[in-house]
């Protein structure tokens, strides 16, 4: 069973920063492809963010060219940082692991961790 832990979030103003990590544990493999997830309040949730573990990394266009998503090489452990947020960021932000052909995620989500921006 792998069990996934977010952590990092806050509060922070608009153009501010953030760094989020994110840790699977439970598992002695390694998750090929993971990715960050974000969730606001009503809506559905959206992938913003992924990770191959070859170093490959793909983003949804409403983060592209603000945040980076890293991992540590031979960890189930990923980041992600955010710059110039907006308080169209905030979200509760959860990572996974994706599935490389249906893009679900593929165990069962944390408590992620909530991202505020707000003046």
């Known amino acids: 069973q792998v069990q996934l832990v977010e952590s990092g979030g806050g509060l922070v103003q608009p153009g501010g920063s953030l760094r989020l990590s994110c840790a699977a544990s439970g598992n002695d493999f390694s998750i090929r492809l993971m990715g960050w997830y974000r969730q606001p309040p009503g809506k559905q949730s959206e992938l913003v963010a992924s990770i191959h573990e070859s170093g490959e990394t793909k983003y949804a266009d409403s983060v592209k060219g603000r945040f980076v998503i890293s991992r540590d090489t031979g960890k189930n452990t990923i980041y992600v940082q955010m710059n110039s947020l907006k308080s169209e960021d905030s979200a509760v932000y959860y990572c996974?692991?994706?599935?490389?052909?249906?893009?679900?995620?593929?165990?069962?989500w944390g408590q992620g961790t909530q991202v505020t921006v707000s003046p």
């Open positions: 996974n692991g994706i599935h490389p052909l249906s893009r679900a995620p593929l165990y069962y």
